[in-house]
């Protein structure tokens, strides 16, 4: 049985940075991808981010992109989310999902997509993640 389990949310002032860690279980192989999503109260989950652990392709929201990285550790089958540079608009409940697909960037970008919630079928529990003076 696949599960997530992440953690690395808080409160940090504008400016600052946190680092979002989303640990994988029940996984025999790298073929699968993380994502990230975030979600405002009465609003839809967005894409964040996500990774493909097999060959490392990445994609960025575009409120994001220059500002959070996305990376992965295969051994530790983990994913980590480094956040810099935060805003107050960056405030929200992050969650980690996988089960659907990551294509590179340019994917994306080209086709005007981006990975969408009912892609993905295992969710981690989500996170808070605060940005306030």
């Known amino acids: 049985q696949v599960q997530l389990v992440e953690s690395g949310g808080g409160l940090v002032q504008p400016g600052g940075s946190l680092r979002l860690s989303c640990a994988a279980s029940g996984f025999t192989s790298d073929d699968y991808a993380i994502a990230w999503f975030r979600q405002a109260p009465g609003k839809e989950r967005e894409a964040v981010s996500c990774?493909?652990?097999?060959?490392?392709?990445?994609y960025y929201g575009g409120s994001v992109k220059g500002r959070f990285t996305i990376y992965r550790d295969n051994s530790k089958n983990t994913v980590y989310l480094q956040m810099n540079s935060l805003k107050p608009e960056d405030t929200d409940v992050y969650y980690c999902?996988?089960?659907?697909?990551?294509?590179?960037?340019?994917?994306?970008?080209?086709?005007?997509?981006?990975?969408?919630?009912?892609?993905?079928?295992?969710w981690g529990q989500g996170t808070q993640v605060t940005v306030s003076s």
């Open positions: 999902a996988t089960g659907g697909p990551c294509y590179s960037g340019s994917y994306y970008y080209i086709f005007g997509q981006a990975p969408a919630q009912y892609e993905y079928d295992t």
């Open positions: 990774i493909s652990m097999s060959d490392g392709s990445t």
